[in-house]
């Protein structure tokens, strides 16, 4: 199984901030990559597919990076509404695997 | 965009069985590979199952292998869980999500239904 370990596990940081999560595979994965938000209370949703692709819809202040083994997610200038745990996610293969989140905090 | 219903879940014993269900609208669900993912309280997403657009191949994660099978209905646009031999540890939120794209991402979510396993 592919395992995927993102850092921080959690992060405060003040609006208008740079924010950045990394996430590393235990093997290569191409850019079968994606970054999901998580909102309290809420399903997940889509925020970058295939490492960099920004999902419709979604601020153009969120970016996405990597191939291979590392991959980052930016938030250019962190606003309030940007408060969620944030996962990434393979599907390079089964089991698709996801790492285990990062809770970003605003402080 | 579409939209996913989960239905079905609840409490239940341990070793007991329940069915969970996916309503799909909003667009062509015989196009799409579909999956099940859940959520333990406070916990993290795992991936549980996942079934082609034609229900001929299906995978299981070994948690649930043996005991959960995922299968579904094209012309109900439904998508089904089937879950035996119930375990403490399957509580979760268990999500209906499209398989999107040549890279399968998830998107979009149902908005979950919550199975507990409790004596």
């Known amino acids: 199984d592919i395992q995927m370990t993102q850092s921080p596990s959690s992060l405060s940081a003040s609006v208008g901030d740079r924010v950045t999560i990394t996430c590393r595979a235990s093997q290569s994965i191409s850019t079968y990559l994606h970054w999901y938000q998580q909102k309290a209370g809420k399903a997940p949703e889509i925020l970058i597919y295939?490492?960099?692709f920004l999902q419709p819809g979604v601020p153009s202040r969120f970016s996405g990076s990597g191939s291979g083994t590392v991959f980052t997610l930016t938030i250019s200038s962190l606003q309030p509404g940007d408060v969620a745990t944030y996962f990434c996610q393979q599907s390079y293969s089964t089991p698709y695997t996801f790492g285990q989140g990062t809770k970003l905090e605003i402080k | 965009e579409g939209q996913l219903v989960e239905s079905g879940g609840g409490p239940v014993k341990p070793g007991g069985s329940l069915r969970l269900s996916c309503a799909a609208s909003?667009?062509?669900?015989?196009?799409?590979?579909m999956n099940w993912v859940r959520q333990a309280p406070g916990r993290g997403l795992e991936w549980v199952s996942s079934i082609s657009s034609s229900g001929d191949n299906m995978h299981h994660a070994d948690s649930v292998r043996g005991r959960f099978t995922i299968s579904r209905d094209n012309a109900k646009q439904s998508l089904y869980l089937e879950m035996s031999s119930l375990r403490v540890e399957d509580t979760a939120v268990y999500y209906c999500?499209?398989?999107?794209?040549?890279?399968?991402?998830?998107?979009?979510w149902g908005q979950g239904t919550l199975v507990t396993v409790s004596s």
């Open positions: 909003d667009f062509i669900f015989s196009i799409y590979p």
């Open positions: 999500v499209r398989g999107h794209g040549d890279k399968t991402w998830f998107d979009p």
């Open positions: 295939a490492a960099s």
